[in-house]
């Protein structure tokens, strides 16, 4: 995804949430476990100061346990 943004895509404990501020658009996404997103990204976005900022997205990727059928 961060090359069709061109874009950089970092885990929580690489961004400074300061460095957010200048963002026009900032994505969120995880995997989903046990019913959730990553605990990290959840401690991460609680984290951030409230204030008004530019455009969010939020995305989730979700493994499938079916079995393919023939």
């Known amino acids: ?19 957010l501020a200048a963002c026009d658009l900032v994505g ?8 959730s997103f990553h605990s990290q990204l959840r401690a ?6 409230q204030a008004r900022r530019g455009a969010v997205f939020v995305f989730a990727t979700c493994a ?6 023939p």
């Open 64 to 69: 499938s346990f079916m079995q393919a059928r």
């Open 1 to 19: 995804m961060g090359r069709v943004l061109d874009a950089p895509v970092a885990a929580p404990d690489e961004v400074d949430p300061a460095s």
């Open 28 to 35: 969120f996404g995880s995997g989903i476990f046990p019913g």
């Open 44 to 49: 991460f976005v609680r984290s951030l100061p």
